[in-house]
């Protein structure tokens, strides 16, 4: 046992008791999946692995270096290019992932604009949060996706100095649900606001060519962020914006500057992944339909799907037991559908939080209706 080794299994015996033990197991091969974010398949598509390997083989698995120093290939240029044009915006920059682009971009963003005054979606990802502790930023929180209320704050903070942030996400990653973007905007405009946009779950999904809703106002967002990782079927992300604001990035955010430039073969991936999806319409159509078919049944068995309209369908059960037990029970059937807890969700809303794919047959569809329909009777006492 090493020196510090008892407190740590203290507090994971806490952790434990409170049923709230987290641990990284393998995903299981041959189940039936409907936990991860592979949106439109694209995870295993021939056209990214090909790419990803005929560039590794041609500039290696390594950059080598960070961006500033030597890491700066030719190709991450051209994909900051693509990315740019789909993204309708002057500029982007990569980033190794998404959380890595918001706890620095933010983060440096909120220490430029000091004191700054940022509203924040009571609903936004881990990431953000760590950006505005580590910028030493006091977040101004509306209600989720309620635009009044963020209206009604922003006027209460009229006369206080400092810049003015809106953060949010496009959809929201544990719900499902969608940020109404043209009044963001117009809310943005109207007090002056920096608008920070995360589509870590909307890119590849919605908006024009499938790259966002951003993108539906060229520079409506300030800042529009989003993953690779996600719809996109491989790894890293990216941020969006003015020419002015990308050169800025470069000379103040730790995250771009003080880590080691994409590797090739991962650029090949986003590079490949960013030709095929403005054409993948009639995929996103099929997750779609696969949505909605699944939150009709939900409602059918009282089951509460939150204000999901996207691909991403929250089966909110209530205790963590209840959805670590109908979890457990799609488990025995060989569907893969994790249970979300605390301190991921409030407390009194876990939940199965189910994503669509377009790899996913109507036939999957029904299966994970039937397992559903067998266990929830039965576990709905435990909610
Ligand atoms: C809303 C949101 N933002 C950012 C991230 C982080 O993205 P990445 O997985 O690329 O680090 C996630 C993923 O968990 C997310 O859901």
Not at 126 to 133: D, Y
Not at 172 to 201: T, V
Request: charged content about 15%; hydrophobic content about 50%.
């Amino acid at each position: 046992m090493a020196r510090f080794d008892a407190a740590f299994w203290g507090a994971l015996d806490q952790f434990s008791a409170s049923g709230l033990l987290r641990t990284a197991s393998a995903r299981p091969l041959g189940m039936l999946d409907f936990s991860s974010n592979d949106y439109l398949g694209l995870a295993r598509h021939p056209a990214l692995q090909a790419r990803a390997a005929e560039w590794g083989a041609r500039f290696g698995t390594g950059a080598g270096a960070s961006r500033l120093v030597t890491g700066t290939l030719d190709l991450h240029q051209q994909v900051e290019g693509k990315i740019a044009q789909a993204k309708r915006t002057e500029a982007a920059l990569l980033f190794a992932s998404g959380w890595q682009a918001n706890a620095s971009v933010l983060a440096s963003l909120l220490r430029f604009g000091k004191p700054a005054l940022v509203f924040t979606d009571w609903l936004i990802h881990a990431s953000l949060h760590h950006a505005c502790r580590a910028a030493g930023a006091a977040q101004i929180r509306f209600r989720h996706n309620d635009m009044a209320h963020l209206d009604e704050l922003l006027a209460a903070h009229e006369g206080a100095p400092g810049m003015r942030f809106i953060v949010t996400e496009s959809v929201f990653s544990m719900d499902g649900d969608q940020a109404d973007f043209c009044a963001l905007h117009a809310l943005a405009q109207r007090y002056n606001a920096f608008l920070y946009l995360d589509e870590a779950h909307a890119t590849g999904m919605l908006g024009p060519g499938g790259m966002g809703l951003s993108a539906t106002i060229p520079g409506g967002a300030d800042l529009a962020m989003g993953t690779f990782s996600k719809a996109l079927g491989g790894f890293g992300a990216y941020v969006a914006g003015s020419r002015a604001l990308c050169d800025w990035l470069i000379n103040r955010a730790s995250g771009f500057i003080h880590t080691t430039a994409l590797p090739p073969t991962v650029l090949g991936a986003i590079d490949a992944a960013l030709d095929l999806v403005p054409d993948m319409a009639a995929e996103r159509a099929r997750v779609k339909t696969h949505a909605a078919r699944l939150r009709a049944a939900l409602a059918a068995l009282g089951i509460d799907t939150g204000g999901s309209t996207t691909q991403i369908v929250p089966a909110i059960v209530g205790t963590e037991r209840a959805a670590m037990r109908l979890s457990a029970h799609l488990r025995e059937q060989g569907i893969l559908a994790v249970g979300i807890r605390p301190p991921t969700v409030p407390a009194g809303t876990s939940r199965l939080r189910l994503a669509m794919s377009a790899a996913h047959s109507e036939a999957d569809i029904e299966r994970l209706v039937a397992a559903l329909a067998s266990a929830w009777p039965g576990l709905a006492c435990a909610a």
